[in-house]
């Protein structure tokens, strides 16, 4: 037998059972199965450690007398492992029927989230999972897999995002540099990330570079890299990041970030594919792809001074264009019930609804912080809310802030507008709030019905005739 048993499944959620007795975890991986979600057997404590390394878990059931290190420990040894360097994996022990009193008492003590007794059923793990692991079904535009081997979905089917997904996959298989303009919070690093995946240089290192948490001269010795004695504290030979990318992709992460005196040095290493680590004198050639990213009006910055042309255009072979939140707003529920998969463990709630006044309130919101704020608001329904139904009611604060930003965007809204636009506005909405009633409507304005007869003619002779006889 194996020690190693892995369910094949396309999931994104993957759940690690360590069981010596591989037969006893066939319910669970039925359960799993059921649920699209992946699952996979340890049957020893070696075969445990590497799969722990080797992968991130959502969930893991630990059989009780699971051998660990081939002495007569329990599983309970390793939980207590488990627990110090996973503190957020939930871990669900199994226990034998005869002793699952005791058992289940030490395992909850030591921190585990639940207890099942042996032998397992398909609808005791399915209960687990509900709680735990839920897998509400979500709809990704496209997969990307991660340099840690898991796979990162881009959620949602809205055309602008499959816009934006169509090109970066148009451009990935040719050697073009990529510029990914889009807001913060958009995801523009796993658009980068699907590029390197899908071109030819895939099987070469994809290497990031944080262009704003650098100031200048760290920008230059972290790209070029730096010789010994270079500076003060440079004791040893650095190889820079724009060397380590030799045959891969070259990430440039908010480029627009990066001093004008830098820019230079970069379009000149970039255009030669050859530079000088800090303090050296050897020329290096490399053979990178080069992919950035921005969250300004990169054009404006270039008018403005601000930002080399000549760089820009270096940089920018093709553009893709990562829309806001507010520009895929079909997308909110996929991205909702993406981010309730993803902290059910952690909140321990099993969700079942989204409130359909919430998700009204989410649709008018104008989401600064984009899919980042978005992730960050459902989180916080999770973990502050109770029952089944995802509410932003049980978060006042949340509430408070979201309708009042809603208020004053829609205010300034208006403020914008020609005053005949803020009228017509204002007797629209009194009609609609009096379900069309024109004598309410006008009570409500301040005005006559005979008025309000006139302005509904002009601005909204359509509302004018679906109110006749509501007088």
């Known amino acids: 037998m194996s020690s190693e048993q892995s369910h094949p499944q396309q999931a994104f959620y993957q759940t690690l059972i360590l069981e010596a007795d591989s037969r006893q975890a066939r319910p669970a991986l039925e359960a799993l199965a059921q649920r699209g979600l992946g699952g996979t057997v340890a049957t020893t404590a070696r075969a445990a450690m590497t ?8 969930l893991a059931l630990v059989s009780g007398d699971f051998p660990v290190g081939g ?43 639940d207890v099942l007794q042996k032998p397992l059923t398909v609808a005791a793990v399915a209960a687990v999972l509900d709680r735990f692991l839920p897998n509400h079904k979500t709809f990704s535009a496209a997969v990307v897999a991660g340099q840690d081997g898991r796979d990162y979905p881009i959620v949602g089917q809205s055309p602008a995002l499959r816009r934006a997904i169509a090109t970066a996959t148009a451009v990935a298989p040719t050697s073009a540099p990529v510029l990914i303009a889009g807001p913060s919070g958009t995801g523009k690093e796993l658009l980068a990330e699907l590029i390197h995946r899908r071109s030819r240089r895939a099987d070469g290192p994809l290497v990031r570079v944080n262009c704003a948490a650098l100031s200048e001269s760290l920008l230059e010795s972290e790209l070029f890299g730096h010789e010994k004695g270079a500076f003060t504290g440079a004791l040893l030979c650095h190889k820079g990041r724009l060397e380590r990318a030799h045959g891969g992709t070259l990430f440039l992460d908010e480029i627009t970030e990066t001093p004008t005196g830098f820019q230079a040095k970069l379009l000149r290493a970039l255009e030669q594919m050859r530079f000088e680590r800090v303090g050296g004198t050897e020329s290096i050639c490399v053979n990178v792809r080069v992919v950035s990213t921005t969250n300004q009006d990169i054009l404006a910055l270039v008018r403005q001074g601000k ?6 255009y270096r940089l920018c072979g093709v553009c893709v264009r990562v829309p806001s939140l507010c520009e895929r707003l079909d997308d909110l529920p996929e991205l909702i019930w993406w981010f309730v998969n993803e902290f059910a463990h952690e909140a321990g709630r099993a969700i079942a609804q989204i409130d359909p006044q919430t998700l009204t309130l989410f649709r008018t919101y104008c989401w600064p912080g984009n899919i980042r704020q978005l992730r960050n608001a459902v989180r916080t329904m999770m973990i502050l809310g109770h029952g089944s139904v ?37 007797i629209l909405t009194a009609l ?40």
């Open 71 to 113: 002495d007569a420990e329990s599983g309970r040894s390793l939980l207590d492992a488990l627990r110090a360097e996973h503190p957020e994996l939930p871990i669900v022990m199994l226990c034998q029927a005869n002793a699952a009193a005791a058992e289940a008492t030490a395992a909850l003590r030591a921190g585990c989230a």
């Open 390 to 426: 995802l509410s932003a009611l049980h978060t006042p604060d949340l509430l408070e802030q979201m309708t009042r930003d809603v208020g004053a965007a829609a205010h300034q809204e208006l403020l914008d507008q020609p005053l005949e636009e803020i009228e017509r506005h204002a």
């Open 307 to 312: 930002f080399r042309a000549d760089l820009y």
């Open 51 to 58: 799969l722990l390394e080797r992968r991130r878990w959502h």
């Open 432 to 471: 609609r709030r009096a379900d069309g009633n024109r004598t309410r409507a006008a009570q409500r304005l301040g005005i006559s019905d005979r008025t309000l007869r006139e302005k509904v003619k002009r601005y909204a002779p359509d509302a004018a005739l679906s109110a006749a006889g509501t007088e």
